[in-house]
């Protein structure tokens, strides 16, 4: 079982430049995530989908769009990147909404100059 | 908005030591949870606590939910080399279930 999938596994951007960070989970879980993590400052929400055809923003929603394409796949992408999301990525996914356990995936390690 | 601070920020220990670390906040939370993240991966849930009060167990790690639903503290015992990591709490925030906010980390390194 792979789990929670994301690609790329590193990215290097220049500003202004878009791409889309793809994930995909293979447990059949309703609820997805993306978080971003920064030294310091823990996990932060970005966005996430509680169920497919649904999104709602998080905590720190600006400067990305996410999309729900079937259950499996939640992809983020950055219109317009900027160094600020310079940060490593996390995609996540659980059973229901609430608080069933997440898994998460191995990370993006995002890099903007 | 909601925040949740973990001390320390990171630990030095060496092998077979003991190991305490807690989480606090300003607000009221009914769940707690604990992460840890190893080095190049996802975070991975170790404990769920649903009840202040509420001691819980999994193999050499023990949690507890604070009496004050405003704190909760991590132990682990006799650590080993693979405790190495970043532990995180987390709780729902107080707009839903849906999102979860985590702590700041606390970044345990274990010497032989």
């Known amino acids: 079982n792979a789990g929670v999938t994301q690609t790329p596994k590193f990215q290097v951007l220049k500003t202004g430049q878009s791409m889309t960070l793809q994930c995909a989970q293979d447990?059949?879980?309703?609820?997805m995530y993306w978080y971003r993590q920064d030294p310091g400052m823990g996990l932060r929400l970005i966005y996430y989908s509680a169920s497919e055809g649904t999104t709602d923003k998080g905590e720190v929603p600006n400067g990305y769009n996410v999309s729900r394409l079937n259950k499996r796949e939640f992809s983020l992408r950055l219109e317009s990147a900027a160094p600020s999301q310079t940060s490593v990525y996390f995609c996540?996914?659980?059973?229901?909404?609430?608080?069933?356990?997440?898994?998460f995936g191995n990370g993006t390690r995002l890099t903007v100059t | 908005g909601q925040q949740l601070n973990q001390s320390p920020q990171s630990m030095f220990i060496q092998e077979g030591e003991d190991v305490s670390m807690n989480c606090t906040s300003s607000?009221?939370?009914?769940?707690w949870l604990w992460y840890k993240q190893e080095p190049g991966e996802g975070p991975v849930l170790l404990i769920a606590?649903?009840?202040?009060?509420e001691l819980t167990s999994n193999g050499r790690l023990t949690a507890q939910f604070g009496i004050t639903r405003k704190d909760s503290f991590l132990n682990i015992s006799a650590s080993i080399p693979s405790d190495v990591g970043i532990y995180f709490c987390?709780?729902?925030?107080?707009?839903?279930?849906?999102?979860?906010?985590f702590g700041t980390g606390t970044r345990l390194q274990v010497f032989p």
């Open positions: 987390a709780g729902p925030t107080s707009s839903g279930t849906d999102k979860l906010i």
């Open positions: 447990m059949n879980h309703n609820s």
């Open positions: 996540a996914s659980s059973r229901d909404r609430g608080l069933s356990p997440l898994h």
């Open positions: 607000s009221i939370f009914n769940t």
């Open positions: 606590l649903y009840k202040a009060g």
